[in-house]
């Protein structure tokens, strides 16, 4: 055989193994937590029998190629899933940003496809700093989290990587501070959302008063109470960012002007 022929049916031979395994198994609890605490947004597939003939597998595991680099991993010790309350093959979305599991169990689906699954969990995929689009919007919005610190930021601009990383260690201060009402579960007090001055943005920006022009700029929205403020202009320091979020949690931005377009009646 010649050594060209040869390669590419290595090559081959390899790559169809390579979709078979490519996914860590977790072996047992320790394995599986040590897996879901090292990353802020880590996904693993609890699949009884994970094969080709398992219902959602195949899918699962094109999915999971889909959404690199999140990590995906595959578990199937009962241990496990007891320890993450699962009880039957099931796609588990775990997420640091406010300490949620979302789960998506798939004999309650009735067509599985890898484009829904891959939807699943990039919908989900909220982290310390989400950057905002119709996709994880969804997931936003559905999270237990109502209050959203949001950085308007151009993309590209001279700053952006620097406000993007100050925003990102910021918010790992407000995760999981507070106790819900009914004193349990401490649940965070903001999730922290970029949103860049793009076209498709047009209509948050314009919630809040602000074109492209203006940013970046730092605002508070409040889905409780529907309230919007937006930081003095100014320098975007940790400092004042964080000065910002406590005036929000000690309750004295609710007697300040809130954010929005200049002139409401002049639009009727
Ligand atoms: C758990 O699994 C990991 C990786 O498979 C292994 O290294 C470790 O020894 C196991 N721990 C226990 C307690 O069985
Ligand atoms: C508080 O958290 C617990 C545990 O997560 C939950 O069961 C409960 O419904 C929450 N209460 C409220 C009022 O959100």
Request: charged residues 25%.
């Amino acid at each position: 055989m010649n050594m060209l022929l040869f390669s590419l049916i290595f090559l081959l031979a390899t790559s169809v193994v390579a979709t078979d395994t490519d996914l860590p198994s977790l072996s047992n609890v320790t394995a599986a937590e040590a897996f879901v605490e090292a990353s802020e947004v880590a996904v693993i597939g609890f699949f009884e029998t994970p094969s080709e003939e398992t219902l959602g597998y195949k899918e699962f595991v094109e999915a999971a190629r889909n959404v690199r680099p999140i990590p995906v991993a595959l578990c199937s010790d009962k241990e496990a899933w007891a320890k993450f309350s699962v009880v039957s093959d099931t796609i588990a979305l775990f997420r640091k940003a406010d300490k949620h599991q979302e789960n998506l169990q798939l004999s309650g689906i009735k067509k599985i496809e890898a484009d829904g699954l891959t939807r699943f969990i990039t919908m989900n995929e909220i982290r310390f700093l989400t950057e905002y689009n119709q996709v994880t919007a969804v997931g936003l919005f559905q999270s237990e989290v109502k209050t959203h610190l949001l950085l308007f930021v151009n993309r590209g601009s001279a700053d952006y990587d620097e406000l993007k990383d100050k925003l990102a260690a910021l918010a790992q201060e407000f995760v999981g501070k507070v106790t819900n009402s009914s004193g349990r579960t401490p649940v965070p007090e903001f999730l922290f959302v970029l949103i860049h001055g793009v076209k498709s943005n047009e209509k948050s920006l314009g919630y809040f008063g602000l074109t492209s022009r203006d940013l970046p700029r730092v605002g508070i929205y409040d889905s409780n109470s529907d309230m919007k403020w937006l930081m003095p202009d100014g320098e975007i320091s940790t400092e004042r960012v964080r000065e910002f979020c406590r005036s929000f949690l000690v309750g004295n931005l609710k007697d300040v002007k809130q954010a929005g377009p200049p002139d409401r009646k002049t639009e009727l």
